[in-house]
């Protein structure tokens, strides 16, 4: 069997059997050759000569071809063979011959995402990424607690709500031998009174850890009890106060019991 080029040239040589009738000294196209993907496409391009008038010698069936006057038009019908297949457009003028190959690929050459990563508030939802690619087996993995789902050539993101800390997670897209990875982050449930700090100020000393008091004509600082500061003395003070070390001036959130969201 024949393969593709000897295939193109046995045509070619074919071509340039016929006669003559009004002799061209060159024949050109401005592109050298076609090549397509696998969706149906169209195109264009402009042929050269001194001779005469353009003919069709050949084209392939999944090609349609139109000549007007040095410009040929094609339209390249799908590849749903599963098979990349070529072939060759031959264009005749003035006894020459041109042969301008075509291939159409089946496999995707390129892969891109135009997001490389996607953020969810707590709510979560759904967020859409265009996918480029030239393939059209596109497929996903997913790792971590969202789902990806891709029609035609837009990728689906979908988070649910979440009321625990933040996530993450990735999405890879694929088409044959080429891959594109979408980062996904869900922000988590966040206590709106400590900002998920867990912690609010210590209101019995106002943050600074220790009260200043009046007791009994005198007055002073003492530790803060609420907020962590720790009996050192009771009873040893002139009028018996109980005497604290500093508090931290935090105390645990009550919203949350201190667990931030
Ligand atoms: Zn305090
Ligand atoms: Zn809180």
């Given amino acids: 069997m024949m393969n593709r080029v000897t295939m193109i040239m046995a ?3 074919m071509m340039m059997g016929f006669a003559a009738c009004d002799n061209a000294s ?7 050759e076609i090549e397509s993907n696998q969706e149906a496409s169209e ?4 042929l050269s000569s001194d001779g005469k008038k353009f003919e069709i010698a050949h084209s392939p069936e999944w090609i349609t071809v139109n000549l007007a ?3 040929l038009s094609y339209n390249i019908v799908a590849n749903d063979t ?10 005749t003028c003035g006894g020459m011959s041109l042969c301008i190959p075509v291939t159409q690929n089946v496999k995707a050459t390129y892969l891109k995402v135009d997001q490389e990563s996607v953020s969810f508030e707590k709510e979560g939802g759904s967020q859409t990424v265009a996918i480029d690619t030239d393939g059209g087996n596109i497929t996903t993995e997913v790792t971590g607690d969202i789902t990806a789902s891709v029609e035609g050539k837009t990728l ?4 649910a709500a979440n009321d625990g800390g933040s996530k993450s997670g990735e999405v890879t897209v694929k088409c044959d031998e080429f891959s594109a990875k979408v980062k996904v982050t869900v922000k988590g449930s966040m206590c709106a009174r400590c900002k998920g700090t867990g912690k609010i100020k210590c209101p ?13 004509g005198e007055c002073g600082p003492i530790g803060c009890n609420r907020c962590g500061g720790r009996l050192v003395m009771r009873g040893g003070g002139p009028r018996g106060v ?17 667990a931030g969201r």
């Fill in 156 to 159: 689906s993101i979908s988070a």
């Fill in 204 to 216: 019995a000393c106002g943050g600074s850890g220790s009260q200043f008091v009046s007791s009994g």
């Fill in 82 to 91: 599963h098979e990349v297949r070529s072939d060759s457009i031959v264009v």
């Fill in 26 to 32: 060159y024949l050109s196209a401005n592109m050298q």
């Fill in 69 to 71: 006057d040095s410009v």
């Fill in 242 to 258: 109980d005497l604290y070390s500093d508090g931290t001036g935090r105390i645990n959130c009550p919203d949350c019991k201190g």
């Fill in 43 to 46: 195109g264009v391009l402009t």
């Fill in 11 to 13: 045509v070619c040589a």
